[in-house]
């Protein structure tokens, strides 16, 4: 049987997974999707994604490739995984969802192929928490200064060496250069998003980001502080690590 490509857009719950990457002890999204693709397809399936999500962090848009040699249609790849992910026929949902399954060329690779990813980061900024939305969103109930915040955003689009925006103890890269195509920032109520996109980013890139223009909207750094914190290269001279509940993938570029 003639072997196919096929990408997966994936939605995910990340609460209760150590992440997505497969870990042969803990459950994963990426190790919990095989299995139910390995079941469906009746063939072991292994996953190539774009992005290797962190424990608690959700998705909306991660991608996924693997070669299928089973004669199951890709059109009706989502819906029998999904069937098998859910929790019970009356409920018919599970943390995981299959948006859309596509065929590709032969050399398409989910991860290599990628030309850049956008995130979401969700901040709730209501006078008190809510303990509904502890696993969706970073709740900060002192009041932010989105004005101080797009100012500091507007400093960190562009190419620049991000070295303080990576995780201490992180692998070394080749190289810490990454470009950021935009990051805005939006409020409605007390809800907050802040959208960013890039051609890369390092481990805990974005979480940091967060936590820097969140001090800034608190008052305990200025804005133009940032541009000398990117040149420091100095991850001690960045904000917080914000919390990996707050933080979505949205889209993946190709």
């Known amino acids: ?18 992440g997505w990457q497969r870990q042969p ?15 469906v397809c009746g063939q072991e399936i292994r996953l190539d994604g774009t992005s290797r999500t962190d424990a608690g962090v959700h998705a909306y848009g991660q991608q996924a490739s693997f070669k299928l040699r089973s004669g199951i249609p890709t059109e009706r790849l989502a819906k029998a995984v999904n069937d098998s992910l859910a929790k019970s026929r009356l ?11 596509k065929e590709m060329p032969g050399d398409f690779h989910a991860r290599f192929s990628s030309r850049g990813k956008r995130y979401v980061y969700k901040i709730s900024n209501a006078p008190q928490v809510d303990i509904f939305r502890r696993n969706y969103c970073y ?3 002192r009041p932010l200064d ?23 103890g992180s692998t070394p890269r080749e190289t810490t250069v990454r470009t950021i195509y935009d990051l805005e920032i939006s409020r409605t109520g007390d809800d907050i998003d802040i959208s960013i996109s890039g051609n890369g980013f390092l481990y ?9 223009l969140v001090e800034v909207g608190l008052g305990r750094r200025a804005p133009q502080s940032v541009a ?3 040149e420091s290269k100095d991850r001690s001279k960045a904000g917080h690590t914000a ?4 933080l979505y993938l949205k889209e993946v570029f190709y």
């Not at 409920?91 to 399954?101: D, F, H, K, P, S």
């Not at 004005?147 to 070295?163: N, P, Q, R, T, W």
């Not at 919390?243 to 707050?246: D, L, T, Y």
């Open 25 to 39: 002890e803990n459950r994963t999204v990426c190790g919990t999707l095989e299995e139910a693709l390995s079941y």
């Open 1 to 18: 049987m003639e072997e196919r490509n096929i990408l997966l857009k994936i939605a995910y719950d990340g609460t209760n997974f150590c």
């Open 228 to 230: 000398e914190t990117i």
């Open 243 to 246: 919390p990996p509940q707050g």
């Open 91 to 101: 409920e018919r949902v599970g943390e995981i969802e299959i948006v859309w399954a």
């Open 204 to 212: 805990n890139m974005v979480r940091i980001i967060v936590g820097t």
């Open 139 to 141: 709740q900060i109930t």
């Open 146 to 168: 989105l004005d101080a915040m797009k100012k500091a955003a507007s400093l960190i689009v562009g190419e620049h060496d991000f070295a303080c925006f990576q995780a201490a």
